[in-house]
């Protein structure tokens, strides 16, 4: 089965310091990866996703994760962060049980992030 | 184009009572997710529709949780009677159908229902 594991529920970084948020996976099969984020009082939103394309990849808003089998990993990255970007993240893996068609998400616990001014 | 939404947005019941919960997709999507959120716990899967029929239903934690898809479009979840457990934050998701497991789940606002 696969499943993801964010490490550290709460993050707090300064404004204009790195963001860096841990995301490890468990499958048996090569994974497809998604970071959602969710801000105060709204849906989720895709950050970016992971298809088996380029290991790098580049989101909105100046976000960007790599994929590294050998870690397993799919670290969240943004260079430089805002106060905008105080929000909750939630990396995604698609699991795909018996049945066509039927890939549902699971989820890690989501990591909190704050900045600092 | 829309996104998806979601209706009521908050909803505060007493055990034992009734609520159902609406998710409109975006236009032409067929996939159709409900998922919850309890808190402090992770996003968890609730079922999938393909259109009209339920695909997956693996997800639902018992009987008391009732969901539609009348005509392929809106989707409804009832939950009768409600408990305390059932208090969280209930997300749907609609996608494609692609066939490709990469397509992406476009999500809702979420309904926060807290059963007193």
């Known amino acids: 089965a696969q499943s993801v594991t964010q490490l550290g529920s709460h993050v707090s970084v300064s404004e204009g310091a790195l963001v860096l948020l841990r995301c490890n996976y468990s499958?048996?099969?090569?994974?497809?990866l998604f970071w959602y984020v969710q801000y105060p009082n709204q849906g989720l939103q895709l950050l970016l996703k992971y298809t088996s394309a380029a290991t790098l990849v580049k989101g909105i808003n100046g976000f960007e994760a790599e994929f590294k089998k050998s870690e397993t990993s799919f670290h969240l990255t943004k260079p430089s962060a805002h106060m905008s970007d105080a929000a909750e993240y939630f990396c995604a893996v698609i699991t795909a049980p018996s049945g066509a068609g039927s890939y549902q998400l699971t989820f890690g616990k989501g990591t909190k992030l704050s900045v600092i001014p | 184009e829309a996104g998806v939404t979601q209706f009521p947005s908050h909803s505060v019941i007493e055990k034992g009572q009734t609520v159902t919960l609406r998710c409109d997709p975006i236009?032409?999507?067929?996939?159709l997710y409900w998922y919850r959120r309890v808190m402090g716990k992770e996003i968890k899967f609730l079922l999938h529709?393909?259109?009209?029929?339920?695909?997956?239903e693996s997800g639902m934690p018992n009987n008391r949780f009732l969901a539609e898809r009348t005509g392929g479009t809106y989707s409804t979840l009832k939950v009768q009677p409600a408990e305390l457990e059932d208090s969280g934050v209930y997300f749907c998701?609609?996608?494609?159908?692609?066939?490709?497991?990469?397509?992406?789940?476009?999500f809702g606002p979420g309904t926060r229902l807290l059963v007193l």
């Open positions: 236009s032409g999507h067929d996939n």
């Open positions: 998701a609609s996608s494609r159908i692609t066939g490709n497991r990469g397509e992406t789940q476009y």
């Open positions: 499958s048996s099969v090569p994974p497809y």
């Open positions: 529709f393909v259109k009209e029929s339920k695909q997956d």
